[in-house]
């Protein structure tokens, strides 16, 4: 059973603040990695990759992954409250297409 | 560029009543992906098309559910009979050819079965 954890939440952080949102799996042999934005009712987006471990900037966020550890995370620098959404953490297996989802932390940037 | 499209939205139906669900990929995407996602739980995966043939179905609850992909555009799902367990969120992904992690999803189909 290949699974993903995130981190319980909600999540509730003030404007300004980093957010980190953060997610285990279980498949060592798992490749690829995802960030994954969901707004209420609306598609799940996709706002950050990575695959080697490290470090990737993309603006405001940062991804980081540690495969031997097996831990993924993304981080939000100065949070708005526009970052207000479900955050879904996302595996692509070693085989095939399929991609293996964590069931989300909401995340609340208040004001 | 128009995103995955997904119809319809939201889907009421009664318990033994059949519904198909529709997913229009993005243009030239040939790699199409279902999911569902029932309340409290992860979005989980259904199957894979590429282009019109059925690379990975493992996902698939039962045999009350059929997928298909003619012509290697959009797709089907029909659920035949609904039972109760069956609602939940279906979505639709899309990626391009050789591209397959990264996969554009739409905004999904809320299926109720009362």
């Known amino acids: 059973q290949k699974e993903v954890e995130q981190n319980s939440g909600p999540l509730s952080v003030p404007e300004g603040a980093i957010a980190s949102l953060n997610c285990t799996y279980s498949?060592?042999?798992?490749?690829?990695f995802f960030w994954y934005r969901q707004y209420s009712g609306k598609s799940p987006e996709l706002i950050m990759f990575?695959?080697?471990?490290g470090d990737k900037e993309d603006g405001r966020f940062t991804a980081q992954l540690n495969k031997a550890s097996q831990y993924v995370s993304l981080l939000i620098r100065d949070s708005q409250p526009s970052d207000s959404a479900t955050y879904l953490c996302?595996?692509?297996?070693?085989?095939?297409?399929?991609?293996?989802f964590g069931r989300g932390t909401q995340l609340t940037v208040w004001p | 560029e128009a995103g995955v499209t997904q119809f319809p939205s939201h889907s009421v139906i009664e318990k033994g009543q059949t519904v198909t669900l529709r997913c229009d990929p993005i243009s030239g995407h040939d790699n199409l992906y279902w999911y569902r996602r029932v309340m409290g739980k992860e979005i989980k995966f259904l199957l894979h098309?590429?282009?019109?043939?059925?690379?990975?179905e493992s996902g698939m609850p039962n045999n009350r559910f059929l997928a298909e992909r003619t012509g290697g555009t959009y797709s089907t799902l029909k659920v035949q009979p609904a039972e109760l367990e069956d609602s939940g969120v279906y979505f639709c992904?899309?990626?391009?050819?050789?591209?397959?992690?990264?996969?554009?999803f739409g905004a999904g189909t809320r299926l109720s079965v009362l």
């Open positions: 992904a899309s990626s391009q050819e050789g591209r397959g992690d990264i996969q554009y």
């Open positions: 498949d060592r042999g798992s490749q690829s």
């Open positions: 098309f590429v282009k019109e043939s059925k690379q990975d």
């Open positions: 990575i695959y080697s471990n």
């Open positions: 996302a595996v692509r297996g070693s085989t095939l297409g399929r991609l293996y």
